[in-house]
């Protein structure tokens, strides 16, 4: 669980990860999500396909203490059969007795929704951004 201490108000910090289309923004690697459940300036809840998790705001001296965790759900275990038939000897190979080719494996089914590995990168990069400055200090405009 990544956290930090970001040098943002609370209030500040609960604006950007309060609104769904935001932590949207943020969360995007991990494909559509939604807000869930929210404890008023502290917690917001959020999951989504195969993916959910929590960010947590605590006050911690000149800044806010940032956590975020995030767990994906294990795979379902599914084997598809081959829908290839089975290689059969022709009369020359039986025969000669030679070995019958060894078979392509069948390909993998395309996972949907994040793997463990790709979750922690993630969630760092949203700590970065939300530490990111939104505009220069001391400027106009």
């Given at each position: 669980m990544p956290q930090r201490t970001l040098v943002k108000s609370p209030p500040e910090l609960w604006a950007e990860i309060s609104d769904e289309a935001a932590l949207g923004r943020h969360l995007e690697p991990l494909g559509e999500i939604r807000i869930t459940r929210t404890e008023p300036e502290t917690t917001v809840a959020w999951e989504?396909?195969?993916?959910?998790?929590?960010?947590?705001?605590?006050?911690?001296?000149?800044?806010?203490?940032?956590?975020i965790d995030a767990e994906v759900e294990a795979e379902p275990a599914v084997e598809a059969?081959?829908?290839?038939?089975?290689?059969?000897?022709?009369?020359f190979q039986r025969l000669l007795r030679r070995p019958l080719p060894e078979p392509e494996p069948a390909p993998l089914p395309e996972r949907a929704g994040p793997s463990v590995e790709d979750v922690e990168p993630v969630l760092v990069e949203v700590l970065d951004a939300l530490g990111a400055a939104n505009r220069r200090p001391f400027s106009r405009g």
């Amino acid at each position: 669980m990544p956290q930090r201490t970001l040098v943002k108000s609370p209030p500040e910090l609960w604006a950007e990860i309060s609104d769904e289309a935001a932590l949207g923004r943020h969360l995007e690697p991990l494909g559509e999500i939604r807000i869930t459940r929210t404890e008023p300036e502290t917690t917001v809840a959020w999951e989504g396909d195969r993916v959910r998790g929590t960010v947590a705001l605590e006050p911690s001296g000149w800044g806010t203490k940032v956590s975020i965790d995030a767990e994906v759900e294990a795979e379902p275990a599914v084997e598809a059969p081959d829908p290839r038939p089975a290689p059969r000897r022709s009369f020359f190979q039986r025969l000669l007795r030679r070995p019958l080719p060894e078979p392509e494996p069948a390909p993998l089914p395309e996972r949907a929704g994040p793997s463990v590995e790709d979750v922690e990168p993630v969630l760092v990069e949203v700590l970065d951004a939300l530490g990111a400055a939104n505009r220069r200090p001391f400027s106009r405009g």
